[in-house]
């Protein structure tokens, strides 16, 4: 799926030594659909050639405001009317500056002042720059004139220092140009969400486990993210980087165990919505050995089960209310091989949950793919197979009306 189709970016390159990033970013947007016009300053070109971005991007690259090649002279005007945004990766702190002040004296901090598209700047310099109270004012100016600031992170920077400034990654850029494009459904909420298998210890080496991958959990802690929404991940052993960490909209707390995510869930911040998508073993080990059990001939150890807390029964249970609503919205996912409809609504019931989500068949598990059917007390929805972030994007907004 390309998130970023029919969309028209104005890539802006400025001085800077994180400029060498600028042709991977050109690469991921145009991978995700975008179309990508770039604009140079002259610093930028000293780090960054306009032949490679011309070849990448298969656009003729702007460097000036005096091209004379162009018909009618108005880059500037032409530019940003067809962009749907004009993002500025690396933005020094000198173009920072400029911005902020509305100058406009080449090409680039020209067409961001005759835009009217949103600007997305992406702050790249070394972090005495960045703290410096000239940039302060730049970036709060900025912030109150409407313009999206995206970073900078905090990490080793190319002068040899540690700290605040360092240009994002090219995939966490285009990660949250992504975001950005999305509806605000979800904004000013919070959401909860359990994620991917759980482990239960049988001794230090061995244990009990399940197929999830967690994809489709995180998926919707994406989407929720992009929605607006301030997310908190409780997630089972599976490997998944955050996704869009960089927004600082998203927490994450590992777990191994079912009891550990059941404490971890209960005990979490209250939420507004709760994805319960885990797939929490039903049975955990009633006592896991401390040391490993030894293989003693042909004989098998007897393992005594004991059944694990509904971690989503119990937080249905202690749903509360606000203006005469309750919270938090609990959303189930139920995995079947026959009559899916008619076991999840059953098990819909029987947790006193809203809403639950019908997934089809174990079939699903790692896959990118899926396909669900979303069920709640008016009847169902089915939503035909896609990927796993389609199919998030699409339960967020259903979820969103809702509440
Ligand atoms: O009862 P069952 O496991 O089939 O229900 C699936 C739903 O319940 C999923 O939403 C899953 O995350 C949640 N669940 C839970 N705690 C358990 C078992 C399931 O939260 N111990």
Redesign the pocket.
């Known amino acids: 799926m390309q998130s970023l189709l029919n969309k028209k970016i104005v890539l802006g390159i400025s001085g800077g030594i994180a400029a060498y990033k600028a042709p991977e970013l050109a690469r991921q947007l145009m991978q995700e659909g975008a179309s990508v016009q770039v604009v140079m300053t002259e610093a930028a070109q000293q780090f960054v050639t306009p032949v490679t971005m011309q070849a990448l991007t298969g656009n003729p690259v702007y460097l000036n405001q005096w091209d004379s090649s162009i018909p009618n002279n108005m880059a500037h005007i032409e530019l940003s009317r067809s962009a749907d945004a004009i993002l500025i990766a690396p933005t020094s702190a000198d173009l920072m500056a400029k911005l902020s002040l509305g100058l406009a004296d080449d090409l680039l901090t020209t067409l961001c002042l005759a835009r009217d598209c949103p600007l997305l700047l992406t702050p790249a310099m070394n972090k005495q720059m960045w703290e410096h109270a000239a940039t302060k004012r730049s970036a709060k100016r900025l912030l109150e004139d409407g313009v999206t600031l995206l970073g900078p992170a905090s990490g080793f920077q190319a002068c040899g220092e540690v700290g605040m400034g360092r240009m994002l990654e090219p995939s966490e850029i285009t990660e949250q140009v992504i975001a950005f494009f999305q509806k605000k459904s979800l904004a000013g909420k919070k959401v909860l969400i359990?994620a991917g298998p759980t482990f239960e210890a049988i001794d230090p080496v061995r244990g009990i486990t399940n197929h999830s991958s967690g994809k489709m959990g995180f998926a919707i802690a994406r989407a929720a993210v992009e929605a607006g929404a301030q997310v908190h991940l409780i997630a089972g052993p599976c490997g998944l980087d955050t996704p869009l960490l960089a927004t600082g909209q998203i927490t994450r707390t590992n777990v191994v165990s079912?009891k550990e995510?059941?404490a971890a869930?209960l005990n979490a911040p209250d939420s507004d919505i709760f994805?319960?998508?885990?797939?929490?073993?039903?049975w955990g080990i009633a006592k896991p050995a401390k040391d490993k059990i030894k293989r003693q001939g042909n004989q098998a150890p007897n393992l005594e089960f004991v059944a694990?807390?509904?971690?989503?029964?119990?937080?249905a249970k202690a749903t509360k209310t606000r203006g005469g609503k309750p919270y938090p919205y609990c959303?189930?996912?139920?995995?079947?091989s026959t009559d899916l409809e008619k076991h999840a609504n059953e098990?819909r019931k029987?947790?006193g949950i809203p809403m639950?989500?019908g997934n089809i068949g174990p079939d699903t598990f790692g896959s990118d793919l899926n396909q669900m059917v979303v069920i709640d007390a008016s009847g169902s929805k089915k939503i035909a197979k896609a990927e796993k972030l389609q199919l998030a994007r699409q339960l967020i907004q259903l979820v969103a009306k809702k509440i």
């Open positions: 359990t079912a995510m059941h869930t994805f319960a998508v885990a797939a929490v073993a039903d694990n807390p509904d971690i989503l029964l119990d937080v959303v189930g996912f139920a995995a079947e098990k029987r947790k639950i989500v």
